[in-house]
């Protein structure tokens, strides 16, 4: 068992940038995938980023490529999302996820583990 901890979320101004961080605990020795998942109210939890164990292969959706940066710390079992020119659109509730697969990490339903999620609201 993988236990994931998100911190960093908040309120912020659109154009604002804010780092959110999640911390694993568990079963850590495996080299697991990490990434991150967004869900709006009334939507779809949505894939936003993922980075293989090694940190050699990142990915991301397109809506937030050239503003969010993925990174990990595998020293700290954490993983880091960078989110800079926050826009209104992207105000969501912000999942960590772990998966021994990157493939299966971009598909919200195949997910191994999840933490418990974050609340990034960007304001006009």
């Known amino acids: 068992q993988v236990q994931l901890v998100e911190s960093g979320g908040g309120l912020v101004q659109a154009g604002g940038s804010l780092r959110l961080s999640c911390k694993a605990s568990g079963r850590t020795s495996r080299s697991y995938a990490m990434g991150w998942f967004r869900q709006a109210p009334g939507k779809e939890r949505e894939f936003v980023a993922a980075i293989s164990w090694s940190g050699g292969s990142t990915y991301y959706v397109d809506s937030v490529k050239g503003r969010f940066t993925i990174s990990r710390d595998n020293a700290k079992n954490t993983v880091y999302l960078q989110m800079n020119s926050l826009k209104p659109e992207d105000t969501a509730v912000y999942y960590c996820?772990?998966?021994?697969?990157?493939?299966?990490?971009?598909?919200?339903?195949?997910?191994?583990?999840w933490g418990q999620g974050t609340q990034v609201t960007v304001s006009l």
């Open positions: 996820a772990a998966d021994l697969n990157i493939p299966t990490l971009r598909v919200a339903s195949r997910v191994e583990y």
